[in-house]
């Protein structure tokens, strides 16, 4: 079940995408999932659909990465839908039943919303499996510069901090809990079964160890954190300076082009 | 019968997807009521994979456990208590304590086989004992004691189920030699007492040469020796040639006989090299 956490895990191939430059990804994906809720029609939203699955190819990541995705978010999608096809009572009637009553608009609204959550995973799904976790919180500390004038320039290195910093942990404790689970299941502890209450109980023995570990980590990280001289943003210079290439601009201009492509067909159809 | 026998177990992490890795194949063995037996190999050649499977907690992809001559898989629904027939200990153990006090902790593993009070109580103070933590600390909080005697108290949790098997992945790790001696003398002592089996994953020679009685070496996820102490590091090549080193007291006793020295065959700790140099010594004066 932990294994299918796969948000914030960088999968190296080395592929156009995984080149460009991460502001371009991350304004271009914001640009994306924009214009994939506007499309009101099955056009437009065809449309976005097969620029996404050309940047999924273009990826060079498995597909089946990009189902694992998909499975873990499959309640939210049947959750979505069910209310949609539930609650939408304009069109026609398809079926009826007691209070239950499903029209035509309903179903389509609930496809619809199934595919626009999809595609919004799965965009972010090639930012986050393209890009490192550092060049994502380096971007988002590029990209919040202007906030600088305001007085803010800690407080966004700080949070970019916060971030890259978040975001490194979330494999390491993933990995923790199953090895404590692992650990109390060897000495009988008994997950799965029980009502609620005893369901919860159970979790303290894994909840206690990895609140501790992760406090002793947070000591560790800072102290050689400190051992390296870090002290905030101020004056900080990087290693590997992001940069706007000729790619770069490509990319946006056919993205820029895509999607107005859809806009047009929103107004059309 | 053997108290325990593995037979072509065999297993794959990740089977059908393109990460699909063969973590161990086609592994046999068996190991007979009250041994010590070391396993010992290379990072990532599948030790701890396989003392997994040993209680359960990993299904085979294929081949059996039989304990007591019974596949542990026989009943999946029932794999709770194998666990408390073969005790596993994982590394850093210290790191599951989780309870208020230590005699709780410890209490955790009989708790959970729904023993009766007095039974548990018996059972915590006997582990206690037999780990060597003294009485004052069980109601002290697990995490003020230090790091050896959390080691210690975390190895006692799992004896106190009285398992038929017990099950060390590297247990001396990150300690310092004082520690490594106290918990390595006390799982000797465990066994001696209760005459339980217990296996012992280590990458440390020397904590091997101490304790075990047998060792098995892990190759690629194969096993590739199992045999007493003295016939595996007599064949100190081929441990090299597959990342493992002897004994330091054993690389000395070799270098000793390539340069005419005779000393004993089949040296391996401290305490052996030692008479065996004063037995030559001695003759060494008799003939001056």
């Known amino acids: ?269 | 019968m053997s108290l325990l026998k593995v037979s072509h177990l065999s297993y794959t992490y990740g089977h059908g997807t393109p990460f699909s890795y063969d973590a161990i194949t086609d592994i046999n063995f068996e190991i007979e009521q009250g041994e010590i037996v070391g396993i010992i190999g290379h990072t990532g050649s599948g030790k701890s994979t396989l003392v997994q499977h040993l209680n359960g907690l990993i299904k085979p992809s294929e081949g059996n456990i039989f304990l007591d001559g019974k596949d542990i898989w026989e009943n999946p629904k029932k794999i709770s208590q194998i666990r408390f027939q073969v005790g596993l200990v994982f590394q850093y153990p210290e790191y599951q304590l989780f309870e208020e006090t230590v005699y709780k902790d410890i209490a955790f593993g009989p708790t959970n086989m729904g023993l009766s009070h007095s039974e548990i109580d018996n059972r915590v103070i006997g582990a206690a004992e037999m780990v060597g933590l003294h009485r004052n600390l069980l109601q002290k909080s697990p995490f003020d004691l230090s790091g050896g005697e959390k080691r210690r108290a975390a190895i006692a949790g799992v004896m106190a189920m009285q398992p038929k098997i017990i099950v060390l992945d590297e247990p001396t790790a990150g300690l310092d030699p004082a520690g490594r001696d106290i918990i390595l003398s006390r799982i000797k002592q465990y066994r001696d007492t209760t005459g339980s089996t217990v296996i012992i994953v280590s990458h440390s020679m020397e904590d091997m040469a101490k304790t075990a009685e047998r060792i098995l070496v892990m190759n690629k996820g194969k096993v590739e020796m199992f045999d007493t102490v003295g016939n595996v590091f007599s064949h100190a090549e081929l441990l090299e040639s597959i990342g493992l080193n002897i004994p330091q007291v054993t690389q000395i006793a070799l270098r000793l006989k390539d340069l005419g020295i005779n000393v004993d065959n089949n040296i391996y700790t401290v305490e052996q090299m030692k008479n065996s140099l004063l037995k030559l010594m001695g003759r060494g004066q008799k003939n001056a």
């Open chain 1, 1 to 269: 079940m932990l294994n299918d956490i796969t948000f914030g895990q960088f999968i190296p191939t080395n592929s156009s995408i995984h080149r460009a430059d991460p502001r371009t990804k991350l304004i271009l994906l914001v640009m994306f999932i924009v214009f994939a809720f506007l499309s009101n029609n099955a056009f437009s939203l065809g449309l976005m659909m097969a620029f996404l699955l050309v940047l999924i190819l273009l990826s060079k990541i498995p597909f089946s990465m990009y189902l694992k995705n998909l499975k873990t978010i499959l309640p939210i999608i049947l959750f979505t839908s069910i209310l949609n096809a539930l609650y939408i009572k304009t069109g026609a009637e398809l079926f009826s039943f007691w209070i239950i009553t499903i029209t035509s608009d309903g179903v389509w609204r609930a496809v619809f919303m199934s595919v626009r959550i999809s595609m919004l995973i799965l965009s972010s799904a090639i930012f986050s499996y393209s890009s490192t976790p550092t060049a994502i919180t380096n971007a988002i500390e590029s990209l919040l510069k202007p906030l600088n004038r305001l007085g803010l320039e800690s407080a966004v290195h700080t949070m970019a901090m916060t971030m890259t910093i978040a975001l490194r942990f979330i494999p390491t404790l993933i990995e923790e809990t199953q090895k404590i689970m692992n650990a109390q299941k060897a000495r009988g502890a008994d997950m799965e079964s029980g009502g609620l209450i005893k369901r919860v109980k159970a979790l303290l023995p894994i909840l206690i160890p990895l609140l501790i570990s992760s406090v002793r980590r947070a000591y560790d990280l800072a102290e050689a954190m400190e051992c390296r001289c870090y002290n905030g943003g101020e004056g900080r210079t990087r290693l590997n300076k992001m940069r706007y290439s000729i790619m770069d601009l490509i990319a946006t201009i056919l993205f820029v082009i895509v999607c107005s492509f859809s806009l047009v067909l929103n107004i059309l159809f």
